[in-house]
């Protein structure tokens, strides 16, 4: 067996929650850690009831496998990341000060992650996925960008910082540096736990168990995001996003997949309310319509290939 009980992981999903939120109050520990541990205790429990269970943390592809473990990509892909984050340099104090103690260092272990992954196994059969990904994330960015650097008083911010009209940050440039931030800490604590753990091995997943954990993951997130701003986003945002990121991980097999969409849905929605002029904090209506359609249609998708039952066990 190569996932929990279910009954195991509604139990654990349960705990995680209320402990996420516990944690946040638990003064002492969030003045050292910041408001990101209520995030950080994601992975820690996920990766403990896993490996206490004997089983793997998904982290790693099932293959095929490179003829011998590569440390030059462990480096390539530390550059990339920490080289797109570094030129993008937002110039926005509210954008860095997201990343505190804690969610320093879960960048850290996340970019160790995807490095390990890419120096473990070949990833020439998910460049399709990691495409798909990518349009998925990206696409609500752009269609907020087009609708409202038309209907907003002076557009967008989109390249440079307009301080006349009260932007707080320049969107690409923001969304340049939270994007790769988010993909990070996601395969390390979102994606390892609301898709690895309770969604489980992603040959076994079906919509039904995909819908749990998107629901579970919107509970989840109105919890702790009014203290963590880092998760800060609208019940809409996280449970659609939930639902596109599950079936991504179920069709595309793969946790790095589905962390690249978190990156960059998350990377653009706090782009867009970082690129708008004072009094328009919000995003539009087609922003949200964009991300419905495309949870609405991947989910779709994974009825037809899966169907609603309870995954076979294997």
Known sequence: ??????????????????????LLSAEGIRGVVGSSIGIAVLGVVSASSLRGMHL??????DGPWRERFSVGMVVVVALVFGGVMVLADPQAPHVLSLIDPGAFALVLVGVIGWGFTWS??????????YAIATVAGIAPFF?????QGLTVPGGLCLVAIDRTVG???????????????????????????????????????STLVVVGSALLFTLWTAMVGPDAPLVAVPWWLALAGALTAGCLYALGGSLLVSSLYTGLLYGGYMAMLAGQ?????????????MVAVLATGLTALLIQQRGWGMPRRG
Not at 1 to 22: C, K, Q, T
Not at 143 to 147: E, I, R, W, Y
Not at 277 to 289: D, E, I, Q, T
């Open 277 to 289: 002029p004072s009094g328009h904090g919000v995003v539009g209506a087609p922003y949200l319509v």
């Open 120 to 129: 473990i196994a070949v990833q020439r059969g998910y460049v399709g996925w």
């Open 56 to 61: 793997p943390l998904g982290l790693w592809l």
């Open 167 to 205: 932007c707080q940050g320049s969107a690409m440039r923001v969304l340049g540096f939270l994007a790769p931030t988010y993909a990070a800490i996601a395969l390390v604590t979102i994606e390892l736990t609301f898709r690895r753990l309770l969604v489980g091995t992603p040959r076994n997943a």
């Open 1 to 22: 067996m190569r996932d929990l009980p279910y009954w195991a992981r509604a139990v654990v999903g349960g705990l995680l929650v209320i402990v996420s939120w516990w």
């Open 143 to 147: 269609t907020g960008v087009l609708t």
